[in-house]
């Protein structure tokens, strides 16, 4: 006895299969669960439409994706539009950061050398200090009272000298290499962390500025006398402190015409500082910018048309509130 059809009956509903793969001669039916799967997921999409639920038995196997599971997909939802000067200002403000880690290693370099005098960086570093306030004051909208900023000043001034000879003597037992490669890990690590301006889960702005004024306190031990690790440490508040204060409201009310044209005058006097010193570093400082500022926005930018985020019902839902 042969069958040539075997028929799938299912709430009063019946397909036809054609005996190929499940069927054998005398009539012996082998028996198959993917068989009796797909007829019932057939009988199943006549009958009833599929719904994404999981309290509900459907009578389809685990792994069944209905077609209008992915009709809801989504590509490139909110992805902005990144223009390539927005692009050079956000890496403009990665090289300001540079430069001001090379001038602190620079006049660090002149400090230990005794070739700049430590009275000389105290009275510039403080005049360009009081201007930079002066238009902090003015145009940027501060509001704090000058006698409470003229008190922090003071009291910063007289235990930052109080302190300075035990800065002078506080790392004698440790090797003057040690002392270096630390310092310079430090401020990689100042560099990496840093807020530029963009949220991200890698910035750490009490990590960034820990970790530059470690780096300055091991370095101000290093000095020939108090007088220069007082003018150091001063130095290393105001780059790492005061300044990133002030540049992060600059770049709040400022263009990016502008951020670009800051970062040309700093690069280039970082530029012509690292010169002075060897031309290898300042050609190196050099390469640094324009990989910074030219490749790097380049290349973000013309990627973008590759970028493809998909968005969907597998996603966990946003509570709108």
Not at 147 to 170: E, N
Not at 183 to 188: A, D, E, G, Q, R
Not at 256 to 285: G, H, N, P, R
Request: overall charge negative; aromatic content about 14%; hydrophobic content about 50%.
């Amino acid at each position: 006895m042969g069958w040539d059809h075997i028929y799938c009956v299912s709430d009063g509903r019946h397909d036809q299969i054609r005996n190929e793969a499940h069927v054998v001669k005398f009539g012996i039916i082998r028996p198959s669960i993917d068989l009796v799967m797909t007829c019932n997921t057939k009988v199943f999409q006549e009958n009833k439409q599929w719904r994404k639920v999981l309290y509900e038995q459907q009578r389809v196997p685990d792994n069944y994706v209905d077609r209008s599971f992915l009709e809801a997909m989504k590509t490139n939802v909110n992805v902005p539009d990144v223009k390539l000067i927005e692009a050079v200002g956000g890496a403009c403000r990665v090289v300001q950061e540079l430069c001001r880690v090379c001038i602190f290693a620079i006049i660090f370099w002149l400090l230990n050398e005794e070739m700049l005098s430590p009275i000389i960086l105290l009275v510039v570093s403080g005049v360009l200090s009081a201007v930079a306030y002066a238009y902090y004051r003015s145009f940027l909208g501060y509001e704090r009272g000058v006698k409470d900023d003229m008190q922090s000043v003071g009291i910063f001034l007289a235990f930052g000298y109080s302190f300075s000879p035990i800065l002078q003597t506080l790392t004698a037992t440790i090797s003057t290499d040690t002392i270096f490669t630390t310092s310079s890990i430090m401020l990689l690590i100042h560099l990496i962390f840093h807020h530029y301006g963009a949220d991200a889960a890698i910035v750490s702005q009490a990590l960034s500025l820990n970790a530059a004024m470690f780096a300055s306190i091991c370095l101000a031990s290093r000095l020939p006398s108090t007088l220069h690790s007082f003018s150091h440490m001063t130095l290393a508040v105001q780059l790492f402190a005061l300044f990133p204060l002030f540049c992060q409201r600059l770049w709040n009310v400022g263009t990016w015409e502008q951020e670009i044209k800051v970062t040309a005058v700093i690069s280039l006097i970082t530029f012509i500082a690292l010169w002075s010193l060897d031309w290898v570093y300042a050609m190196i400082f050099f390469g640094t910018v324009v990989f910074l500022c030219g490749l790097c926005p380049y290349w973000f930018v013309s990627w973008q048309k590759l970028k493809e985020n998909i968005y969907g019902p597998w996603d966990e839902a946003i509570i709108n509130s």
